[in-house]
């Protein structure tokens, strides 16, 4: 709430005033304005406070605006005519609303006044007055009356004071008288605008019928004169640098027809040559009109309208009046057009009245100009359309030639290195012009290295006389070649390439051909930009970017061709997938870059096996495929793979230095019995790979059963995930014992799943699966917690049970949190600690070898030892052998069963024994199962075996017995 000024002295008798206004600024306006005029003012900023306000304080006036939040005007003047005490007060409401439903919203209302914004301060303050003076007037004579009214198709039929309604139709009345004078004002000055406009129309319209300057200058002033408050009028032209000839004056005053009087400079002169008057400006007084004496017919005033065309100054038109301001300022933006229509048609016409040779001059080189305009176009339309630049660049030089009437045009392709410019394309009049000039293009004085080395345009334009030119001069002259212009191609801001173009005129190359055909340079450049980067996103979107082979989007898309075209003919195609066995450790040990560079030799041999680089891809990161046509049989796909791929890639590959030997699986898919489409080729032939991995096989062909087996698969995994929920894993343990004594020194805890509908299912079978799914994780945890609980109850029934191994997994091995598993495990009991022992394969630790490192030593130290599982049989290095922190060598049982018939095999077995004893570790032999191999063994001094020869896997409580007796 705002309370307004105490100026009771203006004799106002301190008349109290409500004001409901939500805008601060038209508040703080009419506060000020009725506070000036002597009322105590108080405001609200909306009608919910402004009614709680005059409950209050009981206004003898309240004015409000009709739009405000809370309560509006309407509502407000309603719930003031429904107050007993508040009723008699008067409100005045405020809108910028005209429409006739205001008015009768506001006598429904019961609204006293009704006025329209803006407003006039003395109009509001005069009804502010009346209302007040009527006070006890309209209490008196308050009498009810009926109103029927119609607005449009409805009508409303009001109940209200007679006085309310002569007061609204007098506020009404008022407003309407008030809009009528603006309409009629600006009726005024809309017919002045348009008789104005309207002039200079048919001036601009008039300039067409005349063909001299005096004409044109006639003609402008004839039509200038129609417009209101101009009565002369005179254009000057211009001559030369800073000259101006009188070309046309009407009614000049008597004081400017004497002589001499128009011959003097002005300030309108000196501004236009100065550059200064680039605009139509109305001058307060004419200089010229001031400085004489004479009779001027009271005309002192003018506006000066400069005639540019362009950037050229071609003279200058004033018009004359009585009055300041002769224009506003739409109508002098107006008269600065006509001037520009004005200067053109005095050059029109100056044209016409020059000789016929400048007519003749002037065509000739409009000719040219649209001749260069042309193959702008032209080749802009190319552009748009072509996709290839050989296209792009014959199209070019064609359309030179033929819309723009070069006699010859060629570009060509630089290469920095050797300074060469190779042509790739031309058009035109050759005649073997071009054969005997490329020897010479390395030469400094040749235009087209000058245009490449500068990367702008060089030009001659008289070949006749240019000593540029002189060592080709003679063939270029005979073959009609008269001015040349050499443009070069950029790509990046590099000079890629030259656009020569050779003109049968002399001097052809002048300033506005250059700029239209730099602008052609440049849009061929941009061109040749957009093609670049096209060309590569394709070969990103379709080749492999490490070998330059297709990837797997474009195979397929080749191998769908190939399957179409050859069921025509009753013909397979083969699709064949390749995977690089153990790729990772080459990465790993010898780095990226190697790897990088053996990808590529595998690449070009499978290219140059197959013959046809379209039928090789690199599907993913050691992953490579194959298709093969023409095929009529399995045996067909066999022979290329044994004789022709498997031969290449058998051979050792050299990488920084070193020769690598690679081995590779491999799954084949054969149309149409394996899919009659690239992408169902594809998967088949993958899952053949999977396939080729899982049996040892060098390769695999896809079969229809192996569906089945996938699904069987699927089965197993859910089955798999019940299993873990329900607890269906057991342990057994095989005893590893002393070769001496036949002692046993520790078991291996191995896993059996017992399955409620299937029995006991052996880990071949689910072991795989548990790794793929990543389920091995919570299974393999739950091993170490088992075998670790049940050494712990045989301690506790006083067995002295040996210690007990636990094979480890790839993905435990490589899980952050497993070497905390393992102590966890180890130290559940700390009064009876588990005895664990770890067996895991060399290709596990190798994977990652100096993570595996040390977390093997934060292990070993917690008193668990190390076994390396099946050793003989991975990928490894015995440097890092000597580094691990292990405890014992497993030999694979593949060795131990042919040792006997196997001079190979028993050297091999020999050989792990004695690197077991050189670095201190025990030697454990697998899968004995006869006395002759245990003696072999013994022999060889072999510590520890383990097989069917000693016992099976027991389960555990069978072994608890083992171990009482």
């Known amino acids: 709430m705002e309370a307004g000024k105490d100026n009771s002295s203006n004799g106002n008798n301190r008349v109290e005033i409500l004001i409901a206004e939500d805008s601060a600024t038209q508040r703080e306006q009419l506060q000020h304005l009725l506070a000036e005029h002597g009322y105590a003012v108080v405001a609200a900023i909306n009608g919910k406070e402004a009614f709680a306000a005059a409950r209050r304080l009981r206004p003898m006036l309240i004015i409000s605006d009709i739009l405000m939040p809370e309560l509006d005007g309407y509502g407000l003047c309603k719930a003031v005519k429904s107050d007993d005490k508040l009723k008699d007060v008067p409100v005045i409401l405020l809108t910028t609303l005209a429409d006739p439903h205001d008015i009768l919203k506001g006598l429904e209302c019961g609204a006293d006044n009704f006025i329209r914004k803006p407003y006039e301060d003395k109009y509001l303050l005069s009804r502010i007055d009346y209302l007040l003076m009527n006070l006890e007037l309209r209490k008196n004579q308050r009498m009810q009356m009926g109103v029927e009214l119609t607005l449009g198709d409805q009508t409303h039929f009001i109940t209200t004071e007679r006085q309310q309604v002569l007061d609204m139709l007098i506020s009404t009345y008022e407003q309407a008288v008030a809009i009528n004078g603006e309409l009629k004002l600006r009726e005024k000055d809309l017919a002045h605008s348009n008789q104005v406009l309207n002039g200079l129309y048919r001036i601009a319209e008039g300039l067409n019928g005349a063909i001299s300057v005096k004409g044109v200058a006639e003609t402008a002033l004839e039509w200038a004169l129609e417009l209101p408050e101009i009565q002369a009028g005179w254009v000057f032209v211009r001559e030369g640098e800073s000259g ?145 630049r050989d296209e792009l660049f014959a199209e070019a030089c064609r359309i030179a030639v033929e819309h723009g009437k070069f006699v010859m045009a060629w570009i060509g392709l630089f290469d920095p290195a050797i300074q060469h410019v190779t042509e790739v394309a031309k058009a035109g009049w050759d005649d073997g012009y071009l054969d005997q000039v490329k020897f010479a293009l390395r030469g400094k004085r040749s235009l087209t290295m000058e245009a490449l080395t500068s990367a702008v345009p060089t ?33 990046e801001q590099r000079a890629v390439g030259a656009f020569a173009l050779y003109a049968p005129e002399p001097d052809f190359f002048d300033e506005q051909e250059m700029k239209l055909l730099i602008e052609m340079a440049g849009d061929i450049s941009f061109a040749l930009d957009h093609i670049a980067k096209e060309e590569k996103l394709n070969y990103l979107a379709y080749y492999d970017a490490l070998t330059g082979l297709p990837n797997r989007t474009l195979f397929c898309d080749r191998v769908d061709n190939f399957v179409r075209s050859h069921a025509v003919r009753e013909e397979s195609v083969a699709v064949v997938t390749f995977n690089v066995e153990r790729f990772r450790f080459v990465n790993d040990s ?48 066999a022979h290329t793979l ?67 087996r996938v699904a069987e698969i699927l089965s197993l995994e859910n089955k798999l995930r019940i299993a873990i929920v329900d607890e269906q894993f057991v342990l057994h343990y095989q005893p590893k014992v002393d070769l001496a004594s036949n002692r046993i020194t520790s078991l291996e805890a191995l896993i059996r799943w017992n399955a409620p509908d299937l029995g006991l299912v052996p880990p071949a079978e689910f072991i795989p699966i548990l790794e793929e799914t990543g389920m091995i994780l919570e299974v393999g945890q739950w091993v170490l917690r088992q075998a670790a609980e049940d050494q712990r109850r045989w301690r506790r029934q006083g067995l002295n049970p040996p210690r007990v191994s636990v094979n480890i997994s790839a993905l435990q091995l490589r899980q952050k949190g497993f070497v ?34 040390r977390k093997l030593n934060v292990i070993k130290a917690m008193g668990v030892g190390i076994e390396i599982d099946d050793f003989g049989t991975g990928y490894s290095s015995l440097s890092y052998i000597a580094r691990m922190p292990i405890t014992a060598l497993k030999i694979d049982r593949s060795f131990v069963a042919e040792m006997a018939n196997s001079d190979d095999n028993m050297m091999i077995t020999s050989t792990i024994v004695s690197l077991a004893h050189g670095l201190k570790l025990r030697v454990v032999a697998e899968g004995v ?37």
Not at 324 to 332: A, T
Not at 350 to 365: F, G, K, P, S, Y
Not at 678 to 688: I, Q, V
Request: contains cysteine; aromatic residues 6%.
């Open 244 to 388: 101006f000839r009188m070309a046309a004056a009407r009614n000049l005053p008597p004081a400017l027809e004497c002589a001499g009087a128009m011959e003097d400079d002005c300030v309108c002169r000196r501004q236009l040559v100065s550059g200064a008057l680039d605009h139509v400006t109305n001058i307060l007084e004419c200089e010229r009109l001031g400085k004489v004496d004479s009779d001027t017919r009271g005309l002192s005033y003018h506006a000066s309208i400069p005639l540019w065309n362009g950037t050229r100054a071609v003279g200058l038109m004033n018009l004359v009046g009585p009055e300041k301001g002769l224009f506003d300022d739409e109508e002098l933006k107006v008269l600065y057009s006509v001037g520009n229509q004005l200067a053109i048609a005095l050059e029109r016409a100056h044209l016409h009245e020059n000789l016929e040779q400048l007519v003749q001059e002037r065509t000739a080189r409009v000719a040219r100009l649209n001749r260069v305009y042309s193959v702008l176009s032209g080749i802009n339309t190319t552009i748009v359309r072509v996709r290839e």
């Open 459 to 491: 030009v001659c334009n008289d070949i006749s006389v240019d000593e540029r030119m002189s060592r080709w001069r003679d063939e270029a002259l005979k073959r009609g070649y008269r001015s040349m212009a050499v443009f070069p191609l950029l790509l």
């Open 590 to 637: 010898l780095g990226r870059p190697a790897g990088d560079a053996l990808l590529r030799q595998i690449g070009e041999r499978l290219r140059d096996a197959v013959g046809n680089e379209g039928s090789v891809a690199r599907t993913g990161s050691d992953a490579f495929a194959v298709s093969l046509a023409e095929i009529t049989a399995g045996a067909d796909v």
């Open 642 to 708: 044994e004789e022709k791929i498997f031969y290449s890639l058998s051979r050792p590959f050299t990488v920084d230095g070193q020769e690598l030997r690679i081995s590779f699986k491999c799954g084949v898919a054969l149309s149409p019995d394996d899919g009659s489409d690239a992408e169902t080729l594809f998967r088949n032939a993958e899952a053949a790979l999977q396939k080729a991995r899982d049996s040892g096989d060098k390769y695999m062909f896809y079969a229809p059963q192996m569906n089945a």
């Open 820 to 853: 905390d598993s393992v102590s966890k495990v180890i130290a559940a009991d700390k009064d009876n600690p588990a005895e664990i022992d770890l067996e895991i394969t060399e290709s596990v630790i190798m994977q990652d070898i100096e993570e595996s490192i």
């Open 929 to 965: 199962e006869t006395e002759e191999q245990r003696e072999i063994l013994k022999l060889l001094r072999c510590d520890e075996m383990q097989g069917y020869l000693f016992s099976r896997p027991l389960p555990a409580d069978v072994m608890e017995a083992m171990l009482r007796a």
